[in-house]
């Protein structure tokens, strides 16, 4: 028997567990906010950062060093940083580290008793931000995914979805809302990210949201062909061969990808070995990232000395750099009392067009949740204490009728629809190389899916869940490659076979809008933000 619906009040909703969402909620909370936190998952375990080590953007705070830092990324990302939200993420991250040392993290030391840290394991961390965010007295709703954003004519006023574990309807009625629900993977397996299938872009579109960035959202992990650890930094001490041993040239380089790609293209198997790490670091790689180790281990084989297959999985927006537009310091959007924080906001702020896995990602995910969950609190704090009895209407672009209960037949199953966008996104001929006929190829192909998607109908349970999941990657597709066929050039993990070249006629970002009909416009950068 199904339960009773389960209806909330909160001055602040987060929608997404992960680093990004929880320190939204321990900081509205903090401010005196009433919060309740939902998760598709299990707060703490799900999510990208949960099962992997991850480097952190931390610099303290010397002049010095903080400019090298600033500098490593913003050329390489296409100029497309902002010199002050580097700071302001700078000073953030060292803020939130010093906090996640005397709440307890389990920093390595040196042996002067100095903590190190640039690094954070993500089990010890996220068990940590979830036992900090139950002392915040934070309301976690877990295995709670959302459906739909509520609204009325002032702005956005909680979310409704399901519990999937018991199939209990539920709804936060909210003066804000945070979406921290992550980035877009496309189902590609990659460790930690079969739950981000971008689900907080469309409900954000949904409310009128913008999106920046979407064409930086091509990256692609180095993964063994037999495992879904997509953590790439170790290959900086990889060579890579072809099965009979000989080297490919040019594979372990900034174009190194590229040729992976190119070869796996043609048929040719890429095999890689671990063989340039000296012996006296390699116990301490296994340290540094152990799950990195366990594949190997359970096949029997020795990184440093056996050769192992290679591919390269999809990790779209959530090693891109592209999300939800931002307009001030609070991470709000343009849509009244909604915010965005971590993978589901745009990244371009400090790194441009182009980002790798965790440092920056990390940084970025533990500061805007920061200034989303202050930014919200006191956005709630302004509204007063009746702002969550509004009377608010469901967003969903998808017939998602309040009193459906299961999910009616349709032409396709979640999982078909989700194939046809993977068939669009995954080859590396059609988004890593790209070019106006293929982009455009694609996106007629996609237009289809998303107007089937559009008149199907979505039940409130799983497979509604799974019927959203699908919706929001096709969507999130359309927006990477109308964005993608809008940016004339290469920048930044941008490539245009076609426009091989980076343009400085094309210095600026890229905003872009629209459910049925898709529009992109150009967004001027202001000199305040150019770093000299």
């Given at each position: 028997m199904r339960e009773k619906r389960l209806d909330l009040s909160a001055d602040v909703l987060v929608i997404g567990g992960g680093p990004a969402g929880a320190w939204a909620a321990i900081t509205a909370a903090r401010k005196g906010a009433q919060v309740v936190l939902v998760d598709k998952g299990y707060c703490g375990t799900s999510g990208a950062t949960a099962p992997s080590g991850t480097g952190v953007w931390y610099v303290k705070p010397e002049a010095a060093a903080r400019e090298e830092a600033k500098r490593s990324r913003y050329f390489l990302g296409g100029q497309l940083a902002d010199a002050q939200w580097m700071n302001r993420v700078l000073d953030q991250t060292y803020?939130?580290?010093?906090?996640?040392?005397?709440?307890?993290?389990?920093?390595p030391e040196?042996?002067?008793?100095?903590?190190?840290?640039?690094g954070l394991q993500g089990p010890e961390y996220m068990r940590l931000m979830r036992r900090t965010v139950k002392r915040a007295g934070v309301n976690i709703l877990d295995h709670s995914p959302a459906l739909e954003l509520l609204a009325d004519e002032y702005g956005v006023g909680g979310a409704a979805g399901i519990r999937t574990r018991t199939g209990q309807t539920w709804s936060v009625r909210a003066a804000a809302v945070v979406i921290a629900t992550g980035g877009c993977a496309f189902l590609s397996k990659?460790?930690?990210?079969?739950?981000?299938?971008?689900?907080?872009?469309?409900?954000?579109?949904e409310a009128g949201a913008e999106f920046s960035g979407m064409e930086f959202s091509n990256a692609y992990g180095i993964s063994p062909a037999f495992a879904s650890v997509t953590k790439t930094a170790y290959y900086q001490y990889a060579s890579f061969y072809y099965e009979d041993g000989s080297l490919v040239e040019g594979a372990g380089s900034k174009q190194g990808r590229s040729i992976i790609a190119q070869n796996l293209l043609a048929g040719r198997q890429v095999y890689a070995r671990l063989d340039l790490a000296p012996a006296e670091i390699r116990p301490l790689l296994r340290v540094g990232q152990s799950n990195f180790f366990l594949p190997f281990d359970r096949c029997g084989i020795d990184p440093f000395e056996d050769f192992f297959p290679v591919t390269l999985r999809l990790e779209g927006t959530v090693r891109g750099t592209g999300g939800i537009h931002i307009v001030d310091a609070s991470c709000a959007t343009k849509v009244a009392g909604l915010y965005a924080a971590g993978d589901a906001a745009t990244r371009e702020l400090i790194c441009g067009g182009f980002t790798g896995g965790g440092s920056h990602n990390a940084a970025w995910a533990m500061s805007s949740g920061s200034f989303a969950g202050d930014g919200a609190a006191e956005y709630a704090r302004r509204l007063g204490p009746?702002?969550?009895?509004?009377?608010?209407?469901?967003?969903?672009?998808?017939?998602?009728?309040?009193?459906?209960?299961?999910?009616?037949?349709?032409?396709?199953?979640?999982?078909q629809y989700a194939k046809m966008v993977q068939e669009e996104v995954m080859p590396y001929d059609r988004n890593l190389f790209r070019s106006e006929a293929g982009l455009e190829a694609s996106l007629a192909r996609l237009e289809q899916v998303w107007h089937t998607l559009r008149n199907d109908r979505a039940g409130w349970d799983r497979e509604g869940v799974k019927l959203r999941g699908a919706a929001a990657m096709t969507a999130t597709a359309r927006w990477m490659y109308q964005s993608a066929l809008a940016r004339r050039e290469s920048r930044g993990m941008h490539r245009r076979d076609d426009y091989p070249q980076q343009d400085q006629t094309q210095h600026h970002r890229l905003i872009t809008w629209g459910l049925d009909e898709i529009s992109v416009r150009p967004e001027p950068i202001g000199k305040e933000a150019v770093l000299q």
């Open positions: 803020d939130n580290m010093g906090m996640l040392a005397e709440w307890g993290y389990p920093f040196d042996g002067q008793g100095q903590q190190h840290r640039r990659a460790l930690g990210c079969n739950v981000l299938t971008g689900d907080g872009y469309l409900m954000a579109a009746r702002a969550a009895q509004r009377r608010v209407k469901g967003l969903s672009s998808l017939s998602l009728p309040l009193d459906s209960r299961a999910s009616e037949r349709r032409g396709h199953t979640p999982e």
